[in-house]
Structure formats: C-alpha cells, structure tokens
C-alpha cells in the first residue's frame, strides 16, 4: 500500500489562508504525479490541482489564482498552499499519487463566513 497522509486543515475565516501538507512515504515517490481533490458529503469529488513528476502543475477552475501546488522530492511532501479561501472552499481535502489508487484520510478544511 502506498497511503499519503493529509494535514494541516483547520477553521479560518473567509479570506484566509492555510497550507496543506501530504507526506507519502514511497520509494518511487518522485515518478509520480500528485493531486489534490475534494468532497463534501453528499457531494461528488472534485478535482483541486495536481503536479506531475516534472513539476508542472495544474488547477481546477474554481481554485486558479487562489491556490499553489508544490512538491519537495526530498522530503516526499507535496503541499497545497490555499490563499482568499472561500466559504465553498470548506470539504476534506484528500491527496494522492495518481496511478496507484491509493487515498489518504482526508483534512478538514472549514471556512467560515
């Protein structure tokens, strides 16, 4: 099993910022692609960013200009730096090295109004 473990959600204000940490510990962690994605419940997933082997990134619609994704191979973390946070954007957000089918357990991310 190759399980990335999400952190560093919490509760802020409409306008804020946080940034989010996946840490996978795999050995062929720099050949893959990462992503981010989301949910409420009762909702289907969506799509947030993901960042391929090479580094380049890429963004969902709603998150474009507010968001940052980034990986440190050295130390297998990928982050997602989350700025102007919106009430819409409160979900779990979870990563994932695609390709390999595997989730992590989710952060909460609430944004208060």
């Known amino acids: 099993q190759v399980q990335p473990v999400e952190s560093g959600g919490g509760l802020v204000q409409a306008g804020g910022s946080l940034r989010l940490s996946c840490a996978a510990s795999?050995?062929?962690?720099?050949?893959?692609?990462i992503g981010w994605y989301r949910r409420v419940p009762g909702k289907q997933r969506e799509y947030v960013a993901h960042i391929t082997s090479a580094g380049f990134t890429f963004y969902g619609d709603s998150v474009k200009g507010r968001f940052t994704i980034s990986r440190d191979n050295a130390k297998k973390m990928v982050y997602l730096q989350m700025n102007s946070l919106k009430p819409g954007d409160t979900a779990v957000y979870y990563c994932?090295?695609?390709?390999?089918?595997?989730w992590g357990q989710g952060t909460q991310v609430t944004v208060s109004s």
């Open positions: 795999e050995s062929t962690f720099t050949s893959y692609n």
């Open positions: 994932t090295l695609i390709g390999s089918g595997n």
